[in-house]
């Protein structure tokens, strides 16, 4: 399976931002989110991670805007923030992308995703935050529960089970606690996640390097369903440049 990189760009008050985990970093320089995607494209990316932040915090909506980054480009684009009921799903679907991303907060009506994936099929992804509990006493848990918000919206492993019976065509998984730390990918949960379950899983949160994405290549490679990882504050830090990222992933492709 050959690996995609979907550079992101997080779109709060009309800008483009930085996250840490889930919070829009108050360091992060504010641009134009378009110009940003357009800089993406221009580097070669095949995917852009396009986030409405305001969606999905419940504090407003970008959507116009999206809507016409969306079509500005020639690239794919994976859409997320926000989408959990038919209202903000219809608003997703009238735009040009590619892919929806169902926010884990959409979890809290299995019955709802069921029907959704049931209708959309391959057009969305189910987005699987996981908060990892870890206690000296007790087995180490994996709950989803949104960035940036409290509610616990159940076990990963009980729900992934279910939503695989429904037919979920992806997941975007994301560890809660690495994103925008820039502290390194969690191989382990991903590799647990893609152990769980025959979908393609996209990954999130925590790269910080060109080798945590040739690691995750790599397992790609050797027929590990992970489909692609979505790189954010690494690029806007300078950790590396898009261009260098995807002629190493291109590489294990070739050496595999």
């Given at each position: ?162 939503l ?26 991903y ?10 899983v ?5 790269i ?16 590990v ?20 990222a ?11």
């Amino acid at each position: 399976m050959s690996f995609a990189l979907l550079p992101a760009v997080d779109v709060a008050d009309g800008q483009s931002v930085r996250l840490v985990q889930g919070e829009v970093d108050s360091g992060t320089r504010r641009g134009d989110p378009l110009d940003v995607a357009l800089s993406w494209q221009a580097d070669g990316a095949s995917w852009i991670h396009l986030v409405d932040l305001d969606a999905a915090f419940g504090r407003g909506s970008n959507g116009e805007l999206l809507a016409s980054i969306v079509d500005a480009l020639d690239v794919n684009v994976q859409l997320s923030g926000g989408v959990h009921d038919d209202a903000s799903l219809d608003g997703a679907l009238s735009m040009n992308c590619a892919r929806i991303v169902l926010a884990t907060t959409s979890l809290s009506d299995l019955a709802w995703c069921n029907r959704v994936i049931a209708e959309h099929g391959e057009r969305v992804a189910i987005g699987l935050d996981v908060r990892i509990e870890v206690s000296p006493r007790q087995p180490t848990r994996h709950r989803l529960a949104a960035r940036g918000q409290d509610q616990d919206f159940g076990d990963l492993w009980e729900t992934l089970n279910h939503l695989d019976q429904a037919g979920c065509a992806r997941y975007v998984v994301t560890d809660v606690s690495r994103d925008g730390m820039l502290g390194g990918a969690n191989i382990g949960l991903y590799e647990a996640v893609t152990n769980a379950t025959s979908a393609p899983v996209i990954v999130s949160g925590g790269i910080s390097s060109i080798s945590d994405l040739v690691e995750l290549a790599e397992l790609a490679a050797r027929g590990v369903n992970l489909e692609g990882s979505i790189v954010g504050k690494a690029l806007y830090a300078g950790r590396f440049t898009l261009p260098a990222a995807l002629e190493a992933v291109r590489d294990v492709d070739l050496i595999e």
